[in-house]
């Protein structure tokens, strides 16, 4: 395997695709979910904490307006 | 405190701070997450894994020559037009990954459009921006942007490696790109604004201007230091600028070999890859939490003395590699490396910040990383062949620790309290500006 396809995680490098099918063998193995739900909950995390800034800043600037 | 302050909440350069950690963290996670598909890739395209790891490569080196490039025009067009134009370009090269039917198509949608446009998102322009938002508290703000990538490494990388269990490659693709324009690109255009003044207000939510040393009322962070330059070319007539950029391809160096070879390493210790894996998992939580301390403290003293500090703790970190048995060796190098990986990242833009000013930030911040950047590609190629002459890392090893005790020893040798605006004088607060409040201050950009 080449060198680059190795890099691990400092700054914008590809991971290392084997330490990730370990690291997936060890979650599954600690918290024993089907891969859909782990999907679902990774894919909310990542989805609700755009939604949540920018509805946090919507109502800090529904507020300056009404304070303005 | 000020009561305008009170009524519209926290102040809105960490809403920006928030926004560019999610961009961060979508960016990071597209290209660190190529490695979860190249079996998919190797077996679609009925090629070795080489062959694909072209695009890899090319990506890389495409990414860190894109960073000056991006620099110069976040110096020029302002970052929040650099960073959206990168968000919208690889949100349509990550869809255009999806479409990849053959290697080189690879190369091209991956190697140059996504890593070209990664480049417009990086650290670069968004800590050129922060560099405006925050001064008293730029090392935090800087270390929070930083850390997004950690967090993305532990919540992107597994949705992907989950994501394709249930999903061709091309669908995951297809969502991130989407994702990316859907969510990602919004966040920057409704939040991100180049510099406070667009808002009305000044860094840091303050609310006083102050004198300048030229008689001129100014906020605290425009108070010019001796070095501060409207020319990115004069910075190179200066100590600082080569210094940090030296200890910075230290970093490179140091940081792109471990990542290559750690496993290889471990391996050659009789050490089985998940265990490695495991030490560089506990490297990167310790990491994240080091990243935060050490930006948030750097507001309080003198940012050289960390940074000088942090080299040498890695330097520590590539000792015990070499004088410390295989097994122990290995978490001691993840202890102490961990706190002292990413660093140099909050403190390197900080600094250059501190002493150059933010006028042309965005080229200095771009050539520093780039001299990062081809530091860590040169050192893959020269530990590689160490190993190969050797059949031991030890020689390697050695030489990255003497490196890194002479970026420690470059970093803590910086002048700061000479070149830093931080350190220059100012007199007291005498006039009440930007007291506007966020809606109040409009909603256009640049």
């Known amino acids: 395997m080449s060198a680059f396809n190795r890099v691990l995680a400092h700054h914008t490098e590809p991971v290392d695709p084997k330490l990730v099918d370990w690291l997936r063998h060890k979650i599954d193995d600690l918290l024993g979910v089907d891969s859909v739900v782990m999907v679902a909950a990774l894919g909310a995390v990542i989805v609700l904490f755009p939604v949540v800034l920018l509805t946090l800043v919507w109502i800090q600037r529904r507020r300056g307006s009404r304070y303005s | ?65 894109s960073q000056p490039l991006f620099g110069a025009l976040t110096d020029r067009l302002g970052a929040r ?18 479409a990849s039917t053959s290697p080189l198509m690879l190369a091209v949608t991956y190697g140059f459009v996504v890593s070209f446009a990664s480049g417009a998102l990086s650290f670069t322009p968004a800590g050129a921006l922060l560099s405006r938002w925050f001064v008293r508290r730029r090392g935090s703000a800087m270390s929070v942007l930083t850390v997004g990538g950690s967090v993305s490494g532990m919540i992107m990388i597994p949705f992907l490696a989950y994501f394709l269990l249930n999903a061709s490659w091309q669908t995951v693709w297809l969502t991130i ?31 006083e201007s102050f004198e300048d040393g030229a008689g001129g009322r100014t906020a605290r962070s425009t108070a010019a230091g001796p070095l501060t330059t409207n020319r990115w070319q004069q910075s190179f007539r200066s100590a600082p600028m080569w210094q940090l950029s030296a200890a910075y391809w230290v970093c490179g160096v140091t940081t792109a070999s471990i990542s290559v070879h750690f496993v290889r390493w471990a391996s050659s210790e009789g050490i089985s890859p998940g265990t490695a894996a495991l030490a560089f998992g506990l490297l990167s939580g310790i990491n994240a939490m080091g990243v935060l301390t050490v930006g948030s403290i750097s507001d309080r003293m003198q940012r050289k003395n960390l940074l000088g500090m942090v080299y040498l703790v890695r330097g520590l970190a590539f000792v015990s590699l070499i004088v410390l048995p295989g097994g122990v060796a290995l978490w001691a190098f993840a202890i102490i490396g961990g706190m ?39 050192a893959v190629i020269v530990f ?31 002048r700061e309290k000479r070149y830093s605006a931080r350190f220059a004088p100012v007199s007291g607060p005498t006039v009440q500006a930007a007291t506007v409040p966020v809606a109040a201050a409009g909603a256009d950009g640049d």
Do not use: C
């Open chain 2, 1 to 65: 405190m000020n009561e305008g302050r009170q009524k519209t909440g926290p102040f809105y350069g960490w809403y920006v701070v928030a926004a560019l950690f999610f961009s961060t963290f979508i960016v990071i996670g597209v290209r660190q997450g190529f490695g979860v598909f190249v079996e998919s890739w190797e077996k679609d395209f009925g090629v070795t894994t080489t062959a694909v790891s072209v695009a890899a490569a090319i990506g890389w080196i495409v990414n860190g020559v």
């Open chain 2, 81 to 98: 037009r650099v960073l959206i134009a990168g968000m919208l370009l690889m949100g349509i090269g990550t869809i255009l990954v999806a």
């Open chain 2, 177 to 207: 790109g989407v994702m990316m324009l859907v969510l990602g690109l919004p966040v920057l255009i409704v939040i991100v604004r180049s510099s406070p003044e667009d808002m009305n207000l000044l860094p840091d939510g303050d609310t």
């Open chain 2, 340 to 378: 002292s990986w990413l660093a140099t990242v909050p403190l390197t833009t900080s600094l250059a910040a501190d002493v150059y000013g933010v006028k042309k930030l965005g080229t200095l911040a771009g050539l520093i990383n780039m001299a990062h950047q081809l530091g860590g590609g040169a």
């Open chain 2, 384 to 414: 590689g062949r160490v190993f190969d002459r050797f059949g031991s890392y030890d020689l390697a090893f050695a030489g990255g620790a003497v490196f890194l005790l002479m970026a420690g020893i470059t970093a803590l040798s910086i």
